[in-house]
């Protein structure tokens, strides 16, 4: 159970890390592009990025545990 609990993290973590850094990339992007280098692009992204890989965590930490497609009983 430790072991599934510490990949369930590291995917949290890993996921979290890359959708903030792509939302941050994608307000720069906007923010140099159409909205003549404001701010609020790169931390509206940003956030949207936090918020989806939040979101992703709490579905993750909620689900049974699962091994190919069978869900195991907690002992």
Known sequence: MADELGR???RCLADTAL?????????IVFSVLFF??????VSFG?????GMGY???????????LIH????KDQ
Do not use: E, M
Request: hydrophobic share 25%; glycine share 16%; proline share 5%.
């Open 8 to 10: 369930k993290w590291d």
């Open 55 to 65: 979101s992703n965590c709490q579905h993750d930490f909620r689900s049974p545990y």
């Open 36 to 41: 003549k280098r404001r701010t609020w692009p």
């Open 19 to 27: 959708k903030t850094a792509t939302g941050v990339g994608i307000g």
């Open 69 to 72: 497609g069978r869900v195991v």
């Open 46 to 50: 940003s956030g949207l990025g936090l």
